[in-house]
């Protein structure tokens, strides 16, 4: 029983470039969420996704994008990398209708050169 | 908006310390709360959740957590402490009526158990 597992785990990128978080669950979720996780400063939430083909913004949504076209996956994309995106990005995913507990995945650490 | 406040950033024990980490939300209304736990190089994964009925709730590991409404908290609390609770602990919070399920965490407190 995978749960929720990202890719990739390590990112190293050069300032501009982009790149793509994938966050796959097979727990059939409707909620999935993109948190960034910076030291002293807990968990930030990015994005989430309320069912498939939705998608709304969270705390700190600037500089990312997301896409849930299906049900099990909710990737999160960096257009243009810069510096202050080094974090380590959580995807979490959870059912009761958003209000129960969540579920995460390993963590991706992206660096930002 | 809801907010979580955890009061120790890092806490230092002893094996065999007894351990109670703050946390205050601030949201008035109906509200479900949730200990998580990240150990090192880990994902996080619950401890302990409330949603309703008894305000004490026995998690995993020997944890414990007591909701006080009057005072907006969930300390979470565990008798004594052993080394393999060195961990980050996470108070979340969230409501079934605003945020559509968005989860608002606090800033996390780390601790340290001394063998």
């Not at chain 2, 008894?54 to 009057?70: H, Q, R, T, W, Y």
């Not at chain 2, 908290?73 to 980050?88: G, Y």
């Amino acid at each position: 029983n995978a749960g929720v597992t990202q890719t990739p785990k390590f990112r190293v990128l050069k300032t501009g470039q982009s790149m793509t978080l994938l966050c796959a669950q097979d727990m059939n979720h409707e909620y999935m969420y993109w948190y960034r996780q910076d030291p002293g400063m807990g968990l930030r939430l990015i994005h989430y996704s309320v069912g498939e083909g939705t998608t709304a913004k969270g705390e700190v949504p600037d500089g990312y994008n997301v896409s849930r076209l299906k049900k099990q996956n909710f990737l999160l994309g960096l257009e243009s990398a810069a510096p202050s995106q080094t974090s380590v990005y959580f995807c979490a995913s959870g059912g009761t209708g958003g209000i129960g507990e969540l579920f995460f995945g390993e963590g991706s650490r992206l660096t930002v050169l | 908006a809801q907010s979580v406040s955890q009061h120790n950033h890092h806490v230092i024990l002893s094996e065999a310390a007894s351990l109670e980490l703050g946390c205050n939300y601030s949201y008035g209304g109906t509200v479900n709360l949730f200990w998580y736990v990240q150990y090192p190089g880990q994902h996080l994964q619950l401890l302990l959740k409330y949603f309703s009925g008894d305000p004490l709730v026995k998690g995993i590991k020997g944890f414990e957590a007591e909701f006080i409404k009057s005072k907006f908290s969930f300390n979470l609390r565990k008798p004594s402490v052993q080394w393999s609770d060195t961990a980050e602990y996470f108070c979340a919070v969230n409501s079934p009526n605003t945020n559509a399920g968005k989860s608002t965490f606090g800033d996390g407190t780390t601790l340290t158990v001394k063998p």
